[in-house]
T-cell receptor, first 113, second 112 residues
Framework: ETGVTQTPRHLVMGMTNKKSLKCEQH?????MYWYKQSAKKPLELMFV???????ENNSVPSRFSPECPNSSHLFLHLHTLQPEDSALYLC????????????FGPGTRLTVT | QKEVEQNSGPLSVPEGAIASLNCTYS??????FFWYRQYSGKSPELIMS????GDKEDGRFTAQLNKASQYVSLLIRDSQPSDSATYLC????????????FGKGTLLTVNP
């Protein structure tokens, strides 16, 4: 595997389900990011981890819970989501949080029914 | 609220023409600027970065930066149908925030 990978690529979940998104980067980077991309809106930064420590929570609702066990892996745990949470969720990484060149994974297309 | 503005398009150009994509930003202290290309149904791909005033060329792509005018642009020479995508402008937020602010993107269509 190379670059940034994400699983699953597509996810349909009900409002009462619990699911997790997984991201793995093979670039030797130390910072990882979760973004939300909705139609007609700019990319929205959700969370930032730098050397496994969360450095940014961009006022994200608590139904989204990130986890970063090491610099290569990032999870986004989802529970009791709303239909408006349906979007493309993108993981990205960079050398560290002060390096702005970010590399994105393929994303998870989430649909909440 | 730091903002990055792009024309949403669509911008339509014939094959072989020059496509010009524009971006303005609100934060005067921003120092780093990026262009990402996003094909339909795919994730953003970093294609250019620019840090100093002036032009930076990479193959058919040229990024132009004017910090005084808070303006950054991307020129694509000899446009190809494969360049058809949404182009996202991203600007470093400045200071110690260490964040990128993205524009909504400009949809470019290159017609054969």
């Amino acid at each position: 595997e190379t670059g940034v990978t994400q699983t699953p690529r597509h996810l349909v979940m009900g409002m009462t389900n619990k699911k997790s998104l997984k991201c793995e980067q093979h670039l030797g980077h130390n910072a990882m990011y979760w973004y939300k991309q909705s139609a007609k809106k700019p990319l929205e930064l959700m969370f930032v981890y730098n050397f496994k420590e969360q450095t940014e929570n961009n006022s994200v609702p608590s139904r989204f819970s990130p986890e970063c066990p090491n610099s290569s892996h990032l999870f986004l745990h989802l529970h009791t989501l709303q239909p408006e949470d349906s979007a493309l969720y993108l993981c990205a990484s960079s050398q560290d949080r002060s390096t702005y060149e970010q590399y994105f994974g393929p994303g998870t297309r989430l649909t909440v029914t | 609220q730091k903002e990055v503005e792009q024309n949403s398009g669509p911008l339509s150009v014939p094959e072989g023409a020059i496509a010009s994509l524009n971006c303005t930003y609100s934060d005067r202290v921003s120092q780093s600027f990026f262009w990402y290309r996003q094909y339909s149904g795919k994730s953003p791909e970093l294609i250019m970065s620019i840090y100093s005033n002036g032009d930076k060329e990479d193959g058919r792509f040229t990024a132009q930066l004017n910090k005084a005018s808070q303006y950054v642009s991307l020129l694509i020479r000899d446009s190809q149908p494969s360049d058809s995508a949404t182009y996202l402008c991203a600007v470093e937020s400045g200071g110690s925030n260490y964040k990128l602010t993205f524009g909504k993107g400009t949809l470019l269509t290159v017609n054969p």
